[in-house]
């Protein structure tokens, strides 16, 4: 079973920055896509950025030129830069492995909170 484990949440003031990793317990080498989501309260669940084999990526409209994913495969980790974070940006942020149609793992989440 494949552990995912995000870090790095936490507070920051509108404008902000925040850096999310996603921790793979095998060679994230092996995903053919990884990405981020995040969860508002009362709301689904929704695509945030998704890194996909090749160095293809591709980013919510709300987020294109402030966050930034990537993958450090050395380290088995994929990471979120998230720069000018607004206050609609609090969530929690999920990371997401597939490897095939039958092999999907997800994080257990970390928590953002954009506030003044």
């Known amino acids: 079973q494949v552990q995912l484990v995000e870090s790095g949440g936490g507070l920051a003031q509108p404008g902000g920055s925040l850096r999310l990793s996603c921790a793979a317990s095998r060679a994230i080498s092996s995903f053919n896509v990884m990405g981020w989501y995040r969860q508002a309260p009362g709301r689904q669940r929704e695509l945030v950025a998704v890194s996909l084999i090749g160095s293809i990526t591709h980013y919510a409209d709300s987020v294109k030129g402030r966050f930034t994913i990537s993958r450090d495969n050395a380290r088995n980790t994929m990471f979120l830069q998230m720069n000018s974070l607004k206050p609609e940006d609090t969530a929690v942020y999920y990371c997401?492995?597939?490897?095939?149609?039958?092999?999907?793992?997800w994080g257990q989440g970390t928590q953002v909170t954009v506030s003044a």
């Open positions: 997401k492995a597939v490897a095939s149609p039958s092999e999907v793992y």
